[in-house]
């Protein structure tokens, strides 16, 4: 069962993974503003179909112009995805309107939001999520001005709760973060039901439990909350448990928020709150660092590897990726930003390098690619964040098998490298899998290493060292993988590949004392 669940959730990766996070979010919330608005004529949701359109514009507006001169002063190129995404959180935390003074108040919201991005931010990265920092100074002005009206959370209702789960599923998969948002979930949930336990104690009611708890979970913003604001992943700290760490910080703020006087510390006050903790966890890393191209190599026929050295000082542990922006016009649906994972160790800093594998013919080429071919020695880029788990065990003495599916090689390069550099002893097992042989990359660093690596490809290998091995006549699947790898239950199991055969081997990948998975899509 778990690995029939582990197979089908790598595979729907896998086809969500064609489409970049940014814009699968957008997508997500234009079809969510289609159901609010298609249930709005039966009167299922407060706002008017007239109300839920007019706002829609004029956030939407005001997000594009506000982004678009902003970065036009700070000589940035325009995304206008960053813009729709952040006006369609608005719209369903702020309280759609057709009043002037209400629309008024939802373009201040908008344009307090869009201008965050640039004004609360450190080294190129915002600090705050944008959405909450727009609907939290509207509420503040509304104390003064409620004509301007403040945040209502009208996301927050029964008829909304499914295609809420069903969209924000979509992201959270993407995003990988649905174990995070599940533990902010429980907690906010939990805090909730007690927290109106406790109100209905204090006024004499009896507590139904049960009620409470369905009425804490589909008539609240929790759901939005976490799929489509918590989650954001430039506001995001890079490692797992300090995302569970924020995820229940902002669970206990929005169950229970503290009083404030005019205000209370819930909902998208709870978020910043949790936005400056993931700041603190991720002051080295939480930065836009430039990088300058130094060469570029081909390692075999379809892997290229490009060096870069750094600008100003960047942390990372190996096996962790880096978003690398390359902005170009015209992008498709993956859009400017892609992740790699860092194939260098960070003993060769300031050299940074990075892998990826072209595509046989230019017309299946991303438009990435295409931007990222044009790049030439020289030429600046910026790395957004530098995120992920995909880390040794902290003990030395704990044996380790690593899987590798062609690109997926470039964390294990990494950490191979560190290891030998920092003279390390680990047991590791490599299983390298590649099309052909001569689709093998880094070889002589794998070499290097001294490890043993157990090569399945179609062709023979030539000139194999002593500690490699050609898996000959061994079919690539669960229990071809028991077979090279027989003592599999002692290790700590690490796999990088496409999604499909992280699935394909899972029923034997399971039967590791651990297992970390690393999936990719393409790009």
Known sequence: MIGTFTSLWNRVFAVLGRVSMYRLALYALAALALVALAVSFFGLVAPTPLELLASAVVLALVCVLTDAAAQAVVRLPWRVESSLITAGILLFVLR??????????????????????????????HIFNPAAVGATVLTLVSIALPALGASSWWVGTPVLAAPVILFGLAVLIRTEKVRVIAVFLLVAVAVGVARVATQYQQAGLEVDTVTVLFSVLWSSPFLFLGAFMLSEPLTMPPRRWQQFTVAALVGILAGWPIDLGEISLGQERALLVGNLLAFVFAFSTRSAVKLTLSSRENLTPTVQSLTFRTRRPLSFVPGQYLELDVPHRHADARGTRREFSIASAPEDLPSLTVAFREAPGAQTQSSYKKALARVGE??????TGVWGDFVLPKKATSAVLMVAAGIGITPFVSQLRHVRLAEEDRDIVLVYVASEAAELAFRDELEASGIPVIVFTRDEPRDLSRHWHWARGVRLDADGLLQVVPDIGARHAYISGPAGLIADLAPALERARSLTTDAFSGY
Do not use: C, E, F, I
Not at 100 to 120: D, E, I, N, Q, R
Not at 378 to 383: F, I, N, R, S, W
């Open 96 to 125: 759609p309107t057709l009043d002037p003074a209400g629309l008024a108040g939802l373009a201040l919201g908008a344009a307090v939001a869009s201008l965050s991005k640039y004004v609360l931010a450190w080294r190129g990265r």
């Open 378 to 383: 020289g030429d600046t880029l910026a790395v």
